[in-house]
């Protein structure tokens, strides 16, 4: 079955770690992005890349960092330098722009940085 | 700021009941989608509804899009206790941006 695999689904850290959060797709999508989702809140786009080794910046990039070496890995890594790094992740991938085709997301990552 | 808001922020109805859900949005759009999400879980893509279309139904989903008025909304007919997730628009802008924007959601309840 194709689809977007993240993992671990709960991921625990101390403050200060640098921790990287797994997206792999199987359904060979070129546009792939990283989503913040807080409690009782909607998405808010971190990184995203359209083509393998380009990425850009979001809405809420600093303290964050992210590398497209394959078509299927997106890797994010939250750095110590995230403020407030405790969240629910989200990684999502089209066959277009997002804004011209829909987002199949994984299920999700949730970080806790105490 | 979020391009897209949601409202009601929550809705509770019986099962069997229809939902109406809608999203405003502030500026000019190629489309708008709706997704829906589980506790815990990532998003579904339920419909994309292009900025030239007025109407477009799937299954028991009906989406509406009203570009004067910069709003959509989403019908859910004969509500099942399965329906109950977060429903997100997201604004596709009219720009070659790469990105769609989400809302903050409405929360469904349906009782059983």
């Known amino acids: 079955d194709g689809g977007i695999t993240q993992s671990p689904k709960y991921l625990f850290r101390k403050e200060g770690q640098n921790v990287t959060l797994s997206c792999e797709q199987n359904?060979?999508?070129?546009?792939m992005y990283w989503y913040r989702q807080d409690p009782g809140q909607g998405l808010r786009l971190i990184y995203y890349s359209q083509i393998v080794n380009d990425f850009q910046k979001g809405d809420i990039a600093e303290g964050y960092s992210v590398s497209r070496e394959k078509k299927e890995s997106f890797p994010l890594t939250v750095t110590s330098a995230q403020k407030n790094p405790t969240a629910f992740y989200l990684c999502a991938s089209s066959w277009g722009s997002s804004y011209n085709s829909p987002l199949h997301f994984g299920n999700g990552t949730r970080l806790t940085v105490t | 700021s979020q391009q897209g808001e949601e409202d009601p922020q929550a809705l509770s109805i019986q099962e069997g009941e229809n939902a109406t859900m809608n999203c405003s949005y502030k500026?000019?759009?190629?489309?708008l989608q709706w997704y829906r999400q589980n506790s815990g879980r990532g998003l579904v893509h339920l419909i994309l509804i292009r900025s030239n279309e007025r109407e477009k139904h799937s299954g028991r989903l009906r989406v509406t899009l009203d570009t004067s008025k910069k709003s959509s909304s989403l019908l859910i007919t004969a509500s099942r206790a399965a329906d109950t997730a977060s429903y997100f628009c997201a604004t596709g802008p009219n720009t070659n941006a790469g990105k769609s924007t989400f809302g903050d959601g409405t929360t469904l309840t349906v009782k059983p």
């Open positions: 500026t000019s759009i190629n489309n």
């Open positions: 359904l060979n999508h070129d546009a």
